[in-house]
């Protein structure tokens, strides 16, 4: 499946999506993020994973190759069971030496220990590897029940819903059919921006 996708298109999309969030809508905007606290290099959150997508590793391409299934819903569970079972979870301080570290997807699949950030970062560069649609899934900062979190969501065309894929918090390797909708009221608490490797948004209350 592909649709013209542009400014106008991601932000109605958006909005529609996280109906039942409690978030009253969207505003487009850049931000930038510290992805290494030892050099303070800061990133803007799209261009660090669009960056990714050019010229990938080749063994990232064979991973995403690998999990491609005969609909978008099923190439997203391959890519969540194959992420899973690759890489385990280490907080930066362990992994990298580092108190904050965002990790790239190579970096993350040669490692094969990551946090939330390296992990579901891996997760959205193989998605989008294996044929998923930027407009169908974004990477998530925000809180959760115990502190901040990187997350993925995915919007499903067959089932008509957004639902989390997420590697770290409450990993699951569940069809989409049977995963719930996503909402901001039990385990995820609130999103600080929402982004793919075009776009980044921002909830506007």
């Known amino acids: 499946m592909d649709i013209q996708f542009s400014k106008?298109?991601?932000?109605?999309t958006i909005e529609a999506y996280f109906q039942g969030t409690e978030v009253k809508g969207f505003?487009?905007?850049?931000y930038y993020y510290i992805v290494d606290s030892k050099y303070r290099k800061k990133i803007r959150l799209d261009t660090f994973l669009a960056d990714q997508l050019v010229n990938p590793d080749p063994e990232l391409r064979r991973a995403a190759n690998s999990c491609t299934?005969?609909?978008?819903?099923?190439?997203?569970?391959?890519?969540?069971?194959?992420v899973l079972d690759r890489v385990k979870y280490k907080l930066d301080i362990?992994?990298?030496g580092k108190n904050e570290y965002w990790a790239t997807a190579i970096e993350t699949y040669d490692k094969k220990f990551d946090d939330c950030d390296g992990i579901n970062g891996l997760i959205y560069v193989l998605a989008r590897l294996a044929g998923i649609p930027r407009w169908l899934i974004y990477s998530v900062i925000g809180d959760v029940v115990g502190g901040g979190h990187y997350w993925c969501v995915y919007w499903s065309p067959k089932y008509d819903k957004l639902v989390v894929i997420?590697?770290?918090?409450?990993p699951s390797k569940i069809d989409v059919k049977f995963r719930p909708k996503f909402n901001l009221k039990d385990n995820?608490?609130?999103?600080?921006?929402?982004?793919?490797?075009?776009?980044i948004f921002r909830p506007s209350a």
């Not at 106008?8 to 109605?12: D, G, L, R, Y």
């Not at 997420?166 to 409450?170: F, I, L, M």
């Not at 995820?188 to 776009?199: G, H, S």
Request: net charge negative; hydrophobic share 35%.
């Open 8 to 12: 106008e298109v991601a932000e109605k």
């Open 166 to 170: 997420d590697g770290t918090y409450y």
């Open 188 to 199: 995820y608490k609130k999103m600080w921006y929402v982004f793919n490797d075009r776009y």
């Open 94 to 96: 362990d992994n990298w």
């Open 69 to 82: 299934g005969k609909d978008v819903d099923e190439t997203i569970i391959n890519v969540i069971k194959f």
């Open 27 to 30: 505003i487009n905007t850049v």
